[in-house]
């Protein structure tokens, strides 16, 4: 058996993100000995039975001992603190990890309290379900698709190189980037999408006009679309939308003024205006599915 | 082999609505005889070699004449016109329908033009594709979706009975309802859904910070979802716009409220209100997939 990629991993949450990291792991050998914690005694219960992990720890801080990976795979708002408590607990050349779908305010948080001869990766794999939990994660997951990184000015380039060969052997393709730039992208390409689908499923169930099972048995006409991703996670989210504030209201600061401007037009029925505007989206389409043949 | 319903159906449109409707007569012998008429030449000549009309007329009229079923399967603005046109030419007790995604404004351009003996039965069809024209047709497209009928008042009953068995056939669901109903329930689960997405992609293509490869390249976080609804057909939409403009403001005006309220609660960091927000839209979720269970 070729050797793994780590002696010994440790997640720090045990849901979608955790467990499916765990099963990639088991599945690629990438790690000898996968420790986990959560709060929960019947997550840590659940994920010991599954078995994506090979031993469950009540506190973190035994699960990060001797441990030369360290996964968190919490929501974004509580990594600093969870870097704090097991700060004085990791080993010497160790690396510390997130998944976070924020990476500034991460970084922000974080960084500070990692050790001297510790290296913090910050990455963010972007895959995900709309269901949570120990039970959702599959080895799957990050089959072909992006984890981005976001490394320190300052961080130790051997630390990012076996980064990005942890994340290949777990199926995904990898980029490295700076963790500014990384919440601009994240904010466009999904924290507003999901903003707007929480919104919208929201405005739909309020309306007094039609009736919830209305909505529900004729969703199919485009509002489906919006319900499965407005279906993720709540915790996860409103820590996302909280971290990434900035870049979130910026965009969606646009959005508005696009927004407003279309529904001008439909108030001077301008058919010119949006023809012209609803013919200009369709070629990006046409290049997401181009890209995807190309995988 | 049982008898037709129709004798002879007219599809005025032959793109993906109108060449799904030929391709679903065709596989449940719905009608005997079927012509087709489309405004350009090599869409004629495509549909009549697909096979899916077995005659193809340049003028309408011709098409029309004799017809027992005239399906209009054209954009919403120009029913009226194209009802207008072929008033003299549709045999006494012929009945005539269209599948528009606005109801009110094409009763309001079409009723009128209807001869007296002929019946119109106003319905939409809630299914479609990204794509367009008539090699984008199947006998499939309709299969347990929604046909939505909105009878006039003074309708004749046994034209909306035979409409609903015509749609039965061809695979889907039929409910009736007025056409002001109707109206409220497309805005909120098809039309705003639509716009929203034409516009996310639109201001997504625009921002100077973010290169449009990259859109493309990290789409999968949520953006992708909505980039298949933004394929739609420019044409149509601006048509749905500006044909239910009142209930489309109306509740876009909602959808506006709700997300400054996020937009708030996201500058003030309540966590507390994003959290109540994204947990409530959970259920509709749970109760679609519920729903698609049953079927």
Same mark, same amino acid.
């Given at each position: =058996? ?9 997640? *720090? ?5 955790? $467990? $499916? ?16 914690? &959560? ?10 039975? *599954? ?11 035994? /699960?990060? $001992?001797? &441990?030369?990976?360290? %996964? ?13 408590? #097991? ?5 010497? +050349? /160790?690396?510390?990890?997130?998944? +976070?779908?924020?990476?500034? /305010? ?7 309290? %990692? ?20 039970? $959702? ?6 089959? !072909? ?50 903003? #707007?689908?929480? !919104? #919208?499923?929201?405005? &739909? ?10 909505? *529900? ?18 915790? =996860?989210?409103?820590?996302?939308? *909280?971290? !990434? ?41 046409? !290049? ?8």
């Amino acid at each position: =058996m070729a050797d793994a990629l780590f002696e010994k991993v440790a997640l *720090i949450g045990l849901g979608l993100i955790g $467990s $499916s990291l765990g099963h990639a792991m088991k599945r690629a050998n990438i790690a000898r000995h996968i420790t986990g914690h &959560a709060r929960s005694k019947q997550t840590r219960q659940t994920a010991l039975e *599954i078995g994506f992990v090979d031993a469950v720890f009540e506190n973190m801080t035994d /699960a990060v $001992s001797d &441990a030369d990976l360290v %996964i968190l795979c919490v929501p974004v708002g509580i990594c600093g603190s969870i870097c704090e408590q #097991i700060s004085p607990h990791l080993k010497q +050349g /160790a690396i510390v990890t997130d998944v +976070g779908s924020v990476k500034v /305010a991460v970084v922000a948080a974080c960084a500070r309290h %990692i050790p001297s001869g510790v290296h913090f990766v910050p990455g963010h794999p972007m895959a995900g379900t709309e269901f949570s939990g120990p039970t $959702s994660g599959f080895a799957e997951l990050f089959d !072909n698709r992006w984890c981005l990184l976001t490394p320190l000015l300052d961080g130790d380039p051997q630390a990012t190189k076996k980064m990005t060969e942890y994340w290949q052997a777990c199926g995904a393709n990898v980029e490295t980037m700076t963790a500014q730039h990384h919440d601009v992208v994240a904010a466009i390409t999904s924290h507003l999408p999901h903003l #707007i689908a929480f !919104n #919208i499923v929201g405005t &739909a169930d309020d309306l007094e006009d039609v009736a919830e099972r209305e909505i *529900i048995k004729y969703a199919a006409g485009g509002f489906r679309d919006f319900t499965r991703i407005a279906a993720s996670d709540p915790t =996860m989210w409103r820590d996302v939308f *909280i971290h !990434n504030k900035e870049a979130v209201l910026e965009v969606l600061g646009r959005f508005n003024e696009d927004l407003a401007s279309l529904a001008k037009a439909i108030k001077e029925e301008d058919g010119y205006k949006l023809y012209e505007q609803f013919e200009r989206t369709r070629h990006i389409r046409q !290049n997401i599915l181009d890209d995807e043949r190309k995988k």
